[in-house]
């Protein structure tokens, strides 16, 4: 939609390079927040600027002004982005990729941006998804408005959205992935070489 956009990227796209997925998309920047080990700082409105906070890598396209200064360049599965779109139309893209098995990795005693796991139909509310989570039960959680401002959700009635990034605060550690964990032997995918004839697949409902 025009302005500010939360997304959260679901698959590894065969062409990763953000030239390409947003080739035909009036785009003015993308965003994705690295950790620095220190937390997030993150501000009501995405307008008020993001460049002078520590964390943010960005991509601007060519021929603004400030491609120069891009120094993000892929997007990447499992991944969530601030997108700000130019104009006064909403655009659909179509990534085609592959999934990959990432655990969601929360920060500390901090708020974590990042999408959920969820079925596009009939999704569970925020406090269904987190209630076997005593590190994210109860905990603060932002959605980005249609005015790109960022707004505390009520974890009770609001569903969550399919691709959709939002800010989740961890109280303590937490390796809490949803209702469903998977574990695997090693790695993040099932990859059966010349010698390796079994491969074990751990999964636990946490409901």
């Given at each position: 939609?025009?302005?500010?956009?939360?997304?959260?990227?679901?698959?590894?796209?065969?062409?990763?390079?953000?030239?390409?997925?947003?080739?035909?998309?009036?785009?003015?920047?993308?965003?994705?927040?690295?950790?620095?080990?220190?937390?997030?700082?993150?501000?009501?409105?995405?307008?008020?600027?993001?460049e002078n906070i520590?964390?943010?890598?960005?991509?601007?396209?060519?021929?603004?002004?400030?491609?120069?200064?891009?120094?993000?360049?892929?997007?990447?599965?499992?991944?969530?982005?601030?997108?700000?779109?130019?104009?006064?139309?909403?655009?659909?893209?179509?990534?085609?990729?592959?999934?990959?098995?990432v655990p969601l990795?929360?920060?500390?005693?901090?708020?974590?941006?990042?999408?959920?796991?969820?079925?596009?139909?009939?999704?569970?509310?925020?406090?269904?998804?987190?209630?076997?989570?005593?590190?994210?039960?109860?905990?603060?959680?932002?959605q980005l408005d249609?005015?790109?401002?960022?707004?505390?959700?009520?974890?009770?009635?609001?569903?969550?959205?399919?691709?959709?990034?939002?800010?989740?605060?961890?109280?303590?550690?937490?390796?809490?992935?949803?209702?469903?964990?998977?574990?695997?032997?090693?790695?993040?995918?099932?990859?059966?070489?010349?010698?390796?004839?079994?491969?074990?697949?751990?999964?636990?409902?946490?409901?």
């Amino acid at each position: 939609r025009p302005g500010w956009n939360a997304v959260y990227v679901q698959v590894e796209p065969e062409d990763n390079q953000l030239a390409t997925v947003f080739a035909d998309v009036p785009i003015a920047s993308v965003w994705r927040w690295i950790p620095t080990g220190t937390g997030a700082r993150f501000i009501e409105d995405p307008a008020e600027g993001l460049e002078n906070i520590e964390g943010w890598f960005a991509w601007f396209p060519e021929p603004r002004p400030e491609a120069f200064l891009s120094n993000l360049f892929r997007i990447n599965a499992n991944t969530a982005y601030l997108v700000r779109v130019e104009g006064n139309e909403s655009h659909r893209i179509t990534l085609d990729g592959r999934p990959e098995f990432v655990p969601l990795g929360w920060q500390t005693n901090a708020f974590t941006l990042t999408g959920l796991p969820v079925a596009p139909v009939n999704p569970p509310t925020f406090g269904e998804f987190f209630a076997a989570s005593p590190a994210h039960r109860d905990q603060p959680v932002y959605q980005l408005d249609d005015s790109g401002r960022w707004q505390p959700v009520n974890a009770a009635t609001t569903p969550i959205r399919s691709g959709e990034a939002y800010w989740v605060f961890t109280e303590g550690n937490s390796a809490f992935q949803g209702a469903m964990g998977v574990v695997l032997d090693r790695g993040e995918s099932l990859e059966f070489g010349a010698v390796l004839e079994e491969y074990r697949v751990v999964l636990r409902n946490f409901t």
